[in-house]
C-alpha cells in the first residue's frame, strides 16, 4: 500500500510542477483523525484482537483546479474548485481492516466568505482498496466483504488564508465505505472525523471574472433509462451437513424507469418517476441438503416489480446529484426486500441529452441493496 500510495504523490506532485504556470491549479492535503462508529459486531470487539476498532488516521493530497468565472456556472456555484485526490489510512488496531489506500474526486463550494474566513461544503467520491475482508479463513471480518468498496465522504471545513499563497482550515467529516452489496457480509464503515487542511496556490489565487448567468425558464424534462447491476447474498450453511460453511452467489439485476420533473432553475429539478425492475433473485434460496440453489416455480414475469418515488435532481453544470425515496407498488411475495426504498447517486448530461451514471439502492436509509448502472436519454420541452 505503501508503494502504491507514493507512487500515485509522485505523480501528483510532478503535475501540479508542469502546471503551476497556469494559476488556476492548486495543491492540498489534509489529515483526519476519526472516531469510526460501531455499527457492527466486528467492529465493536468480536475480532481475532478482541478490542474495539475505534479510531482511524487519513492522511491525503489533492490536485485541484480553481474555477475563475470564464463560465457562468462558476459564479452560479460561488466559484467551487474541484480535483482528484488519493488517501492512505490506518486504524487503532491493526491487522484487522489493513491500511486501505482511496483513490477519489472530489467538488469544494464555498458556503460563505468574510474577509479571511470562509466556510467550505467539500463532497468526495471514489474506490477504496487493500482492505482485509471477509474470507471462509476469516469469517468474523464481517464489516468488508471484498478488497476495494465505494467511498463516500461529506465535510466541513472552516478556512483562514494565511498569506497570497497559503490556507489553513479546520473542520469535521463524515465518511462511509461500502461496496454496495456487490459482495457480502457488507456492513461497511462509518467514520466521524477531526479535518485540518492546507491548501498551497503556487500562483496565488485566480481572480474571478464575474460573466451575466443566461436567463432561464422552467420546463419540464423527460427522463428514460435503464440500468444493470448485480447483488450478492452469502448463505451460511450446516458444517455438519456440507464441507463448505459459505455459498456466495449473485443475481442480474436490471430495469427500466421512467422520470417527468419540472426544472425550476438552473440548480432544481423535482418530479415523479416510474420503474419496473427485474431481479434474479427472487425466488432462489438455499437447501442445505442441496448444495444447489434451489428455484420456485415461477417463470420470470413473477421476478419483476413495480415502483413509484419521488425524484429530485441538483445540478451543477452538467453533473447531477440524485436523490429518490420511493415504494414498490408491486412485487412477488417473495421477493424479501422492503416495501420502501431509497435511491441516491449520480447523473452526467452529455451535449446530445444522453446521461448515464450510478446509483446505489437502498433500505432504510442504511442497508445497501445493490448499485444501478444507469443510461439514458432526456427530453426537455
Given amino acids: 500500500m505503501k508503494k502504491n500510495l507514493s507512487l500515485v504523490l509522485l505523480t501528483l506532485l510532478c503535475t501540479v510542477s508542469v502546471a503551476q504556470n497556469r494559476g488556476e491549479y492548486s495543491l492540498a492535503a489534509f489529515g483526519q483523525w ?46 467551487p ?32 466568505q468574510k474577509g479571511k474566513y470562509s466556510f467550505h461544503g467539500d463532497y468526495a467520491v471514489g474506490i477504496t ?28 471545513v472552516m478556512k483562514r488564508q494565511m498569506g497570497n499563497n497559503f490556507d489553513l482550515g479546520l473542520g469535521i467529516s463524515f465518511s462511509h465505505y461500502s461496496n454496495g452489496a456487490i459482495k457480502r457480509p457488507n456492513h461497511g464503515v462509518n467514520v466521524l472525523s477531526a479535518k485540518l487542511s492546507a491548501d498551497y496556490f503556487p500562483k496565488g489565487k485566480v481572480q474571478h471574472t464575474i460573466l451575466p448567468i ?4 422552467g420546463h419540464i424534462i423527460d427522463l428514460w433509462s435503464g440500468f444493470v447491476g448485480s447483488h450478492n447474498f452469502l448463505t451460511v450453511l450446516s458444517p455438519a451437513v456440507v464441507d463448505e460453511p459459505y455459498i456466495s452467489r449473485s443475481y442480474f439485476v436490471c430495469g427500466i424507469d421512467r422520470r417527468v420533473l419540472w ?35 415461477i417463470n420470470h414475469a413473477d421476478r419483476l416489480n413495480f415502483s413509484a418515488y419521488i ?25 424479501e426486500s422492503r416495501l420502501m426504498f431509497q435511491r441516491v447517486g449520480l447523473r452526467y448530461y452529455m451535449k446530445n441529452s444522453c446521461f448515464f451514471g450510478a446509483n446505489l439502492r437502498a433500505a432504510q436509509f442504511s442497508v ?14
Fill in 129 to 156: 482498496y487493500d482492505w482485509l475482508h471477509f474470507t471462509t479463513e476469516h469469517p468474523e471480518r464481517t464489516a468488508m466483504g471484498a478488497a476495494a468498496s465505494c467511498y463516500l465522504d461529506a465535510s466541513f
Fill in 311 to 335: 425524484s429530485y435532481e441538483y445540478r451543477i453544470h452538467r453533473l447531477g446529484i440524485v436523490l429518490e425515496p420511493g415504494i414498490y407498488l408491486y412485487k412477488n411475495k417473495l421477493d
Fill in 214 to 217: 443566461p436567463d432561464f425558464e
Fill in 34 to 79: 476519526g472516531w469510526v462508529i460501531p455499527t457492527n459486531g466486528f467492529l465493536g470487539g468480536d475480532n481475532t484482537s478482541n478490542t474495539p476498532i475505534s479510531q482511524m488516521y487519513v492522511a491525503s493530497l489533492r490536485f485541484v483546479k480553481q474555477t475563475s468565472g470564464d463560465k457562468y456556472w462558476h459564479q452560479l456555484y460561488d466559484y
Fill in 368 to 381: 445497501a441493496q445493490y448499485i444501478e448502472w444507469t443510461f439514458g436519454y432526456a427530453i426537455e420541452n
Fill in 263 to 297: 426544472r425550476f432553475n438552473l440548480k432544481h429539478s423535482l418530479g415523479v418517476g416510474l420503474g419496473v425492475g427485474y431481479d434474479q433473485y427472487v425466488g432462489t434460496s438455499y437447501r442445505v441438503f442441496s448444495r444447489k440453489p434451489y428455484f420456485y416455480e
Fill in 81 to 112: 474548485s474541484f480535483g482528484v485526490g488519493v488517501s492512505g489510512a490506518a486504524f487503532n488496531v491493526p491487522n484487522q481492516l489493513g491500511e486501505p489506500t482511496t483513490l477519489y474526486a472530489f467538488l469544494s463550494k464555498p458556503i460563505f
